[in-house]
């Protein structure tokens, strides 16, 4: 009955936790190589299985073997599949950890597909096509530039888990370092990624494990009114405002937004706004997150644009 993974710069703490509940020994298997990309770590199958990435898939037949003085290649399509994953196949895995992201982070939505495209690829080459995908949603830092494509990949990470329907995505914009782009808290990560795997692949239903994604918004008396899939109530730290949230009329001007609790919903508005058009919520990378839901998950970042 061991869990088995493959995973990347993810704590330990995921199988303490998953081994605790379940009082059985749990196995990982662990292949990582920091600072990498996604794209040496997919089977060419999975390029394949992604009409988008053909030249991806076209430029592996002009890869060059490695020679001597030839540096960096464990950064082209594949390279750390086969040279790292390739002596595990076709072991039995019951799925796969995944924190990864910072490297693509230019590729904006299109690492969406890059995502589909590792996760096909592995559940075909391990000949499981119910392959458990948990991944981690990226932690705020300051990269640089505009700050707003941390934003764009965090909204796309969330695409693709809620494309993939064995995938599942922990948040933890509550974690991380401003300043370190490994922030210290992974015994949190290991938490939520093992609540992902306890309720989903263990038959610990009661166990809430899915952050909150946003299910329906309106536009109501100059407010826009937001419920949620997987959340039942609201709370902040330490009975803070709710923060990060921004909304914008016809100019297109984002100002910031006060928040209301009003049991599982949530009223996002400012007087400076009579008419609001759009809203977002974590629209810029030093953004931390400060509001939970009952079972102290945190929504991931998300904008939305009404109709007039």
Known sequence: QAAQGIFGCVPMDVQEYIADALDIPIGLVTSHWGGTRIEPWTPPCGFESVPALKAILDSLATLQPKTEGVKNLHQQPTVLYNRMLVPFVPFTFRGAIWYQGESNLSDGPAYCDKMHALV?????????????????????????????????????????????????????????????????????????????????????????????????????????VLTFNHAESWYTTGNEPAKNFEIAGEDGAFVPAAVE?????????????AAPRQLRFMGDQSCEGNLYSEACLLPGAFHIQSNP
Request: no cysteine; glycine share 10%; proline share 4%.
């Open 261 to 273: 609790i009003r049991g599982a919903q949530l009223v996002v508005g400012s007087d400076k706004v």
């Open 120 to 224: 096909n690829g592995w559940k075909k080459v391990f000949e499981n096509p119910a392959l458990k995908f948990y991944f981690v949603q990226l932690a705020p830092y300051i990269y640089g530039g505009d700050g707003k494509s941390l934003p764009v990949m965090w909204e796309t990470q969330q695409k693709f888990a809620s494309e993939e329907k064995d995938a599942g995505m922990a948040v933890i914009t509550d974690v991380g370092n401003l300043r370190d782009i490994h922030p210290s808290d992974k015994e949190t990560v290991g938490r939520r990624l093992a609540l992902l795997a306890l309720n989903r692949d263990y038959g610990f239903k009661g166990v809430k494990a899915d952050s909150p994604t946003l299910k329906e918004s309106k536009v109501e008396n100059g407010k826009f």
